[in-house]
């Protein structure tokens, strides 16, 4: 009897492993784009990827009802990790109640995570262990709070736990306890500021200005967003808004031009954006403590925009036409000033076309997105700074993609992706290549993925 | 009592009622007249009883009332004529006041992705050259526009690029730079809602927004 109970288990689990690995888009897709002299291709660290399975989460005092719906969020942000094979929503009664290693290394399981949720006041604790299968030993426990299931903040904080067992098995940080701001074209042919969290859930409006409301970027703390409107000068401003109180300020108006594409600098004390139009076009960046003082970076008769800071705020890559409005490029250069790198790979009478680019929050790598062939296709591209744009690796293969934004992770990106079935918002693992779609059908634009937004404020308890 | 109250008045032997002089007031033509008449009738104390025909007198007034009448008609003519000129040159005005802002506010359009202008946006900023030196007053707001291919804030800095350069070429003939503002919609507000070549070509665009002053045709 126990020998036909052990069969079903793993053929049950088999099934449930294999239906989670396939990617959406096929990367093996053929290569015909292609930049002369520039190494294009999959660098995909194709590693082995540990399984991690769930035992079912309990629950006590209150906690009962819930416990499912938490470990439900938690093996997903786990799954959209791309770290592991996640086994998990197997039956109980083949499971158990009790840890039994023997049958999770039989499974194959590396990690196994096991959970309680207690009521306690108006939310929960759930307490977890991390176990080390092979070990057949705890290797960590936590006690983390969680909001009452009521609140608006009752998703993030089981996000926070996701990231916080990310942190406990690789020691890296995790992305599950963010969300992604972008805008949307809305029925009245206007432009308004969209939030989303990290796994699609949560999709509401910020804005409401009946106007061009776009090109939203985060604090580093998360806690406010800039964005440019022409809601009330008929000309694009950079507003900040405190996404807690709703408190919004617009900064610099009156200086003359455009006011586009703004940035924060990683320590939140400035702000960096553009000016285009008139003789003082270029990178500007104003001091947001002392809420005063443009200070000019870079620019000329041409436009620099859309800049993007490196992680330790000494460096800025922007986008510039000074080659010519058709062949925009990617640029690197101090954020004190001085002279500017190219990284993209532009080649004298060749086609390039290369706009919008960010700094990974992790590392030297600049992703934009470029024109890579004659059929005017826009892929995704990584580039390492220091390599000066010799080596690409591209991230896309099918359709139109467009404006990549760095995950806190530094290793997924969000991106505009167009198919033939619409316009969406779809994430790439930059390790493995993979694909999900965050959101589909809808005419958006520019997203922007926030830091990690596990403050100590909505963290753990341990 | 008056006099006047008597004119005209008819005793009737047979109800012994008075009644009003019909016969005369059945004659009395033109309204003017009518007061002539009477104030000629009033002199005499013993009118005759129901007057058969207008008198000579009767017929010079009334030809002097019909020339003054007809003077005021010319003159009323006369002043149509002026005002109708006048409403004329108005429309004429009107008219070429409304071409110069037509021709003010004719769109350029630009190659894929470049800003240069090109040698019909040439042709149509020529045009304006004349009516901005005429309204020195006029201030205009250059709004360049991308078509909805290459990214979002890049197409921001290309509308930017080409509002500039029409900015460019009509401050290369004389007409002041501080005239003329500039701002880009990229690609955020299409003339043509389709993604074929024609709606793009349309699409990469500067408009002319006046946005003060007064034009001199």
Known sequence: MKVICLLIRRWVITLVVVSVVIPIESVLAQKTDSIPGVTLGLLYERGYQPALAIQPFSGRLGGETLASQVEGIIARDLRYSDRFEVMDSLPESLVGDEIDYQFWDQLGAVWLLSGTLEGAGD???????????????????????????MSSEFRMTVHVVSDEIVDWIFNEPGMAASKIAFSRRTEDGNQEIYLIDSDGENFH?????????????????????AFISRKEIGLPRIYEMNLATGEERIIDPDWRGDHITPAYSPNGKDIAFSVTGGKRSGIYSYDLELNCCLTHISGGRWDDISPTFSPEGSRIAFNS????TAHPQIYVMPFSGGEADLISPYLHGQEGYYTSPEWSPIGDYVAFHGRVSRRGRYHI??????????????????????????????????????????TGLMIVDTATGKYRMLLRGLDVRVPEWSPSLGTSELGSLR | MDDSLYIGEIFDMDTHRIGLGMRI?????????????????????????????????EIAQQRAAAAAAEAAAAEAARLKAEQEAAERERVRRDRAIAEARSTLRELVNFDYDESAITDQAEQILRRKVPILRNSPSVQIRLEGHADERGSTEYNLALGSSRAESVREFLSGFGISGDRLT???????????????????????????AITGGTIVP
Request: glycine share 8%.
């Open chain 2, 25 to 57: 007031k059945d004659l009395l033509v033109p309204g003017l007249a009518v007061a002539l008449l009477i104030s000629a009738c009033a002199k005499d104390p013993a009118p005759p009883p129901a007057p058969t025909g207008p008198t000579a007198e």
């Open chain 1, 205 to 225: 409006r910020l804005t409401d200005y009946k106007n061009l409301t776009m090109t939203p970027t985060w604090s580093p703390d998360g806690d406010r967003i």
């Open chain 1, 321 to 324: 036409n000074r080659l010519g």
């Open chain 1, 381 to 422: 591209l990584v580039a390492e700074v220091s390599d000066q744009g010799r080596r690409l690796r591209q991230l896309t293969w099918e359709g139109n993609n467009e404006d990549p934004s760095w995950a806190p992770d530094g290793r997924h990106l969000v991106f505009v992706g167009k198919r033939e079935w619409g």
């Open chain 1, 123 to 149: 939310g929960f604790v759930l307490v977890l262990e991390l176990h080390d299968v092979v070990y057949g030993d705890i290797r960590q426990r936590g006690r983390f709070y969680i909001r009452d299931e």
């Open chain 2, 182 to 208: 500039t701002t880009s919609f990229g690609e955020d507000r299409p003339l043509v809602s389709r993604s074929d070549e024609n709606a793009w070509s349309r699409n990469r665009r500067v408009e002319f």
